[in-house]
Protein backbone atom coordinates (compact mmCIF):
# COMPACT_ATOMS: atom_id res chain seq x y z
CA UNK A 1 0.00 0.00 0.00
CA UNK A 2 1.10 3.24 -0.79
CA UNK A 3 -0.14 6.53 0.02
CA UNK A 4 0.79 10.05 -1.60
CA UNK A 5 0.62 13.83 -0.96
CA UNK A 6 1.05 16.23 -3.64
CA UNK A 7 2.23 19.77 -2.55
CA UNK A 8 3.88 22.97 -4.11
CA UNK A 9 1.03 24.17 -6.38
CA UNK A 10 0.07 27.57 -6.45
CA UNK A 11 -0.71 30.48 -8.54
CA UNK A 12 2.08 31.59 -10.51
CA UNK A 13 2.80 34.18 -13.59
CA UNK A 14 3.33 33.03 -17.15
CA UNK A 15 7.40 32.07 -17.14
CA UNK A 16 7.48 31.65 -13.69
CA UNK A 17 8.80 28.05 -11.66
CA UNK A 18 7.14 26.12 -9.27
CA UNK A 19 7.95 22.91 -7.95
CA UNK A 20 5.83 19.93 -7.02
CA UNK A 21 6.46 17.59 -4.50
CA UNK A 22 4.96 14.29 -3.33
CA UNK A 23 5.39 12.74 -0.47
CA UNK A 24 4.98 8.68 0.00
CA UNK A 25 4.19 6.88 2.80
CA UNK A 26 5.06 2.71 2.61
CA UNK A 27 8.46 0.63 3.06
CA UNK A 28 8.43 -0.48 -0.85
CA UNK A 29 8.20 3.30 -1.97
CA UNK A 30 11.83 2.79 -4.01
CA UNK A 31 10.34 -0.50 -6.22
CA UNK A 32 7.42 1.88 -7.69
CA UNK A 33 7.55 3.78 -11.11
CA UNK A 34 5.97 7.06 -10.35
CA UNK A 35 3.89 9.51 -13.07
CA UNK A 36 2.86 12.83 -13.06
CA UNK A 37 -0.26 13.60 -14.50
CA UNK A 38 -2.52 17.01 -14.83
CA UNK A 39 -6.18 17.34 -16.05
CA UNK A 40 -7.50 20.66 -16.61
CA UNK A 41 -10.97 21.54 -17.06
CA UNK A 42 -13.20 20.04 -19.24
CA UNK A 43 -9.93 18.29 -20.57
CA UNK A 44 -9.19 14.63 -20.35
CA UNK A 45 -6.13 13.78 -17.97
CA UNK A 46 -2.87 13.97 -19.50
CA UNK A 47 0.46 12.51 -19.22
CA UNK A 48 3.67 14.41 -17.58
CA UNK A 49 6.24 12.72 -17.03
CA UNK A 50 7.64 9.86 -15.12
CA UNK A 51 10.39 8.44 -13.41
CA UNK A 52 11.58 4.98 -13.13
CA UNK A 53 11.69 3.48 -9.45
CA UNK A 54 16.20 3.90 -9.54
CA UNK A 55 15.44 7.36 -11.16
CA UNK A 56 17.40 6.59 -13.81
CA UNK A 57 14.99 6.59 -16.62
CA UNK A 58 12.72 9.75 -16.97
CA UNK A 59 10.46 10.47 -19.57
CA UNK A 60 8.73 13.36 -20.55
CA UNK A 61 5.33 14.20 -22.89
CA UNK A 62 6.30 16.60 -25.56
CA UNK A 63 4.60 19.71 -24.47
CA UNK A 64 6.68 19.59 -21.20
CA UNK A 65 9.74 18.52 -22.70
CA UNK A 66 13.07 21.24 -22.00
CA UNK A 67 10.69 22.96 -19.47
CA UNK A 68 9.99 20.38 -16.58
CA UNK A 69 12.04 18.25 -14.73
CA UNK A 70 11.23 14.93 -12.32
CA UNK A 71 13.35 13.23 -9.70
CA UNK A 72 13.14 11.42 -6.65
CA UNK A 73 14.56 10.85 -3.26
CA UNK A 74 14.19 7.37 -2.21
CA UNK A 75 15.47 8.44 0.82
CA UNK A 76 12.88 10.92 1.64
CA UNK A 77 10.40 8.83 -0.40
CA UNK A 78 9.98 11.81 -2.28
CA UNK A 79 9.39 12.43 -6.09
CA UNK A 80 9.76 16.09 -7.32
CA UNK A 81 8.22 17.85 -10.69
CA UNK A 82 10.43 21.07 -11.05
CA UNK A 83 8.70 23.23 -13.99
CA UNK A 84 9.98 26.30 -15.23
CA UNK A 85 9.32 28.45 -18.16
CA UNK A 86 5.33 27.64 -17.35
CA UNK A 87 2.64 28.99 -19.86
CA UNK A 88 -1.32 29.29 -19.36
CA UNK A 89 -1.87 25.75 -20.66
CA UNK A 90 0.26 24.50 -18.16
CA UNK A 91 -2.68 25.47 -15.83
CA UNK A 92 -4.49 21.88 -14.02
CA UNK A 93 -4.84 19.68 -10.96
CA UNK A 94 -1.04 18.16 -11.00
CA UNK A 95 -1.45 13.98 -9.59
CA UNK A 96 1.47 12.03 -9.04
CA UNK A 97 1.15 8.00 -9.14
CA UNK A 98 2.67 5.02 -8.10
CA UNK A 99 2.75 1.70 -10.54
CA UNK A 100 4.56 -1.61 -9.50
CA UNK A 101 6.04 -1.04 -13.18
CA UNK A 102 9.64 -0.36 -12.19
CA UNK A 103 9.97 1.53 -15.33
CA UNK A 104 7.27 3.46 -15.02
CA UNK A 105 4.73 3.85 -17.65
CA UNK A 106 3.11 6.98 -19.54
CA UNK A 107 -0.73 4.67 -19.39
CA UNK A 108 -2.12 5.91 -16.22
CA UNK A 109 -4.10 2.45 -16.11
CA UNK A 110 -0.44 1.28 -15.09
CA UNK A 111 -1.18 3.10 -11.93
CA UNK A 112 -2.58 1.98 -8.61
CA UNK A 113 -2.19 4.66 -6.37
CA UNK A 114 -3.35 8.26 -6.88
CA UNK A 115 -2.59 11.53 -4.63
CA UNK A 116 -5.55 13.63 -4.30
CA UNK A 117 -3.87 16.10 -6.80
CA UNK A 118 -2.45 20.01 -6.09
CA UNK A 119 -3.62 22.66 -8.41
CA UNK A 120 -1.36 24.80 -10.47
CA UNK A 121 -2.64 28.18 -12.02
CA UNK A 122 -0.49 30.13 -14.45
CA UNK A 123 -1.79 33.46 -15.16
CA UNK A 124 -0.95 35.15 -18.55
Known amino acids: QVQLVESGGGLVQAGGSLRLSCAASGRTFSRYGMGWFRQAPGKEREFVGLVSWSGGTTVYADSVKGRFTISRDNAKNTVYLQMRTLKPEDTAVYYC?????????????????WGQGTQVTVSS
Open 97 to 113: AATPLGAGSTRGQSYDY
